[in-house]
């Protein structure tokens, strides 16, 4: 009989070492878990470090370890370990934001610098909104000085089509 392997950072572990382990904990070794974390520790974070916080890399992290030991009777071990504790990792990772989303977070308790860089975005969200608006201003004022300098029929052509959005048809309609 073969083993199976898994490769864990270029590591190749026996498969059948991991469910050896599974195995012991379910029959009551819960210290045995701890091999577990060891050999996933890594792999784990690496997965949650790309979705969360680094802050909260940790916390979540440990939340994946307490959430496999808790469903571990129900590894069924048709893929390798490390497969199913990474779909752990990245549930446990939604999770977090779903939390996160629910929690209110006060002004007070952002960072310094967290406020220079909501104070940038804004800053820049607010600047680009002033010249969008003087942007607006200067077509208006273009528009109007160059309607200003046609006859009124064409004006009004031009006003019914481009400004007040009616057809060639209607525009032709309303003016007779």
Known sequence: MQATWSTRLGVQTPVSDDLEIIHRVLQGEIDCFAELIARYRQH???IVTRHVPGDRVAEVAHDVFVRAYGGLAGFAGQAPFE?????IAVRTCYHFWRAMRRQELPV????EEHHQWMEQVLAAESDDRFREQVKRREAAELSQWALSHLSAENRLVLTLLYLDGHSAREAAGLLG
């Open 44 to 46: 784990v974070a690496r």
């Open 83 to 87: 497969h199913w504790l990474s779909s």
């Open 108 to 111: 007070s308790a952002l960072t």
